[in-house]
């Protein structure tokens, strides 16, 4: 294979693997193909729940026809015995000929292993194709596996005037329908979704992904509610047996609304406060031990304001739209100034794009 074939191959690789983004935590989703000639004889993704892997699901497909071809797959196969047999074992059983990897896994039970395991059986080995999409695409895992907590993306839309939303927390549509489709399919993309609970009591949010046919994929949803006031007749609490709810609260609370709210199928989780609520590094590291790898945040102001503050933003996404809300709207970061975010060097813009009336940049950790 040429080098632009290998580039061209781990495209689609990784193509696959974003497919199941959402989907199959607490392992990553991984994306492989299997080539022989040119030909793809076989590609798949990371099923639901993490197994089986994509490399197994490629070579079943293939068949007899491995034996000799090229199999791309996005992160390193694994080398150990979990619920499944290593991949690295079944790659060299089907007798392929080499293996193109994008990236070594920082999972301490693989961390090279698997790579070794393929040379050690004579197998061709290149590592390091797309290696700066892979990296993104397995960010979560790769922070969860590393430091004990998702990758955190923050969602923000802006009116012209820098609000997001009316004085009084009045309802306002900020943003057109190309923005909403494109957060409902990052919704489906993330493992979990984060609000705080004033957020919750103004707006009565649903927090799902409401794309045509794709309501399975809704993320869990996840709500700072210190003091445990978040409502049972409210659409989370009515829904926590539909889509799973986690409540973080703290040590307070009135023990009969957690028992109300466990009765609607919700789940409290206690973790230690701060003087500004729930601490969000017990939050995270929680929702890591938990298999949580992609956590997206929708806000409110100070909630927003805290992931930026704490430096636990590893990715903004800021929508800017042509509406004007005016002066007594809602500030993004409650009392940090947007240039926490767009001057700040611990960002850097990563991508840019028109979507219908509205724009959206990007940041990522510089």
């Not at 309501?215 to 978040?230: A, C, G, K, T």
């Amino acid at each position: 294979m040429s080098e632009s074939d290998d580039h061209r191959f781990m495209q689609l690789a990784l193509a696959l693997g974003r497919r199941g983004l959402g989907r199959t935590w607490p392992n990553p989703s991984v994306g492989s193909v299997v080539v022989k000639d040119g030909v793809v004889l076989g590609r798949a993704w990371t099923h639901d729940g993490g197994r089986p892997h994509a490399e197994t699901q490629a070579l079943a497909q293939a068949g007899a026809q491995a034996r000799g071809a090229t199999l791309y797959v996005t992160l390193e196969p694994c080398s150990h015995y979990g619920k499944t047999p290593p991949c690295a074992d079944a790659i060299v059983a089907a007798g392929v000929a080499r293996v193109v990897s994008a990236i070594e896994d920082p999972n301490p039970d693989v961390g090279g292993r698997g790579h070794e395991r393929i040379r050690a059986a004579g197998v061709a080995l290149d590592v390091g194709v797309c290696a700066e999409e892979a990296r993104h695409d397995h960010a979560g895992h790769i922070r969860r596996i590393t430091e004990g907590r998702p990758y955190v993306t923050l969602k923000l839309a802006l009116s012209s005037d820098e609000k997001i939303g009316a004085a009084g927390r009045r309802p306002v549509a900020i943003t057109g329908e190309e923005v909403r489709n494109r957060v409902h399919m990052f919704r489906a993309q993330s493992d979990a979704i984060l609000i705080g609970v004033g957020t919750a009591l103004a707006d009565d949010p649903q927090l799902n992904c409401r794309l045509p046919g794709m309501e399975p994929r809704s993320p869990v949803r996840v709500i700072l509610d210190r003091h445990l006031r978040l409502p049972r007749d409210g659409y989370l609490a009515r829904t926590a047996r539909k889509h799973p709810l986690w409540i973080f609260a703290g040590s307070g609370g009135e023990p009969s609304n957690a028992t109300v709210l466990a009765a609607e199928g919700a789940e409290i989780i206690r973790v230690a406060e701060t003087e500004q609520g729930v601490d969000l590094n017990a939050v995270l590291q929680e929702l890591g031990r938990r298999g949580i790898s992609r956590l997206m945040v929708e806000g409110g102001a100070r909630v927003a304001a805290s992931f930026v503050q704490r430096d636990l933003a590893d990715e903004i996404w800021l929508y800017r739209s042509p509406v004007t809300i005016g002066a007594d709207g809602i500030a993004p970061l409650d009392r940090l100034p947007l240039a926490a975010v767009t001057q700040s060097p611990r960002y850097r813009v990563r991508a840019s794009e028109t979507l219908g009336r509205d724009t959206l940049t990007i940041y990522e950790r510089a």
